[in-house]
């Protein structure tokens, strides 16, 4: 019945949670790590805090769930993408830009604090362009971290 609850609401955690862990009970852990597939696409995420929660909470179930199931590289991809999202809104709200810069060959990362009216929000929420002491860096979302 859980199934049924998904089907007709996909949006509900708790049955996606409860639908896994029966599935998993159940020997079919593949069907329990379909249950926590996203819920949200990034454009939704990026707009909707509540819906950011939400997925946060379901990609910290789907982890364990990996990790239980000894798939370390999903389980690492999960938690890069759980800390990806928790920074983006930790610097936002610092008003901290990550900066990439190379100097006699060597390729060094800096946190610099900016002004909003600094940071250029794109559409994609990929990247953003700022200006800090005269120079121009690209800033560096950390969520784009994945593993390829």
Same mark, same amino acid.
């Not at 610092?94 to 060959?105: D, F, N, P, T």
């Given at each position: 019945?859980?199934?049924?609850?998904?089907?007709?609401?996909?949006?509900?955690?708790? /049955?996606?949670?409860?639908?896994?862990?029966?599935?998993?009970?159940?020997?079919?852990?593949? +069907?329990?790590?379909?249950?926590?597939?996203?819920?949200?696409?990034?454009?939704?995420? /990026?707009?909707?805090?509540?819906?950011?929660?939400?997925?946060? +909470?379901?990609?910290?179930?789907?982890?364990?769930?990996?990790?239980?199931?000894?798939?370390? @590289?999903?389980?690492?991809?999960?938690?890069?993408?759980?800390?990806?999202?928790?920074? +983006?809104?930790?610097?936002?709200?610092?008003?901290?830009?990550? %900066?990439?810069?190379?100097?006699?060959?060597?390729?060094?990362?800096?946190? %610099?604090?900016?002004?909003?009216?600094? %940071?250029?929000?794109?559409?994609?929420?990929?990247?953003?362009?700022?200006? /800090? +002491?005269?120079?121009?860096?690209?800033? %560096?979302?950390? @969520?784009?971290?994945?593993?390829?």
């Amino acid at each position: 019945s859980y199934g049924k609850v998904v089907d007709l609401a996909p949006l509900h955690l708790d /049955a996606r949670i409860s639908l896994s862990t029966l599935q998993q009970q159940l020997g079919q852990p593949e +069907k329990a790590l379909e249950a926590l597939e996203p819920m949200y696409d990034p454009d939704t995420l /990026a707009q909707d805090a509540n819906a950011a929660q939400q997925e946060l +909470k379901l990609l910290l179930h789907r982890s364990t769930l990996l990790f239980s199931q000894g798939k370390m @590289y999903g389980y690492v991809d999960t938690l890069l993408t759980m800390l990806a999202m928790l920074l +983006k809104v930790a610097m936002n709200r610092a008003q901290v830009c990550l %900066i990439s810069s190379s100097k006699s060959g060597e390729r060094h990362l800096y946190l %610099i604090k900016v002004s909003r009216d600094k %940071i250029s929000d794109s559409n994609d929420q990929e990247s953003a362009n700022c200006d /800090a +002491k005269g120079n121009n860096f690209i800033c %560096i979302m950390l @969520y784009k971290i994945w593993l390829n």
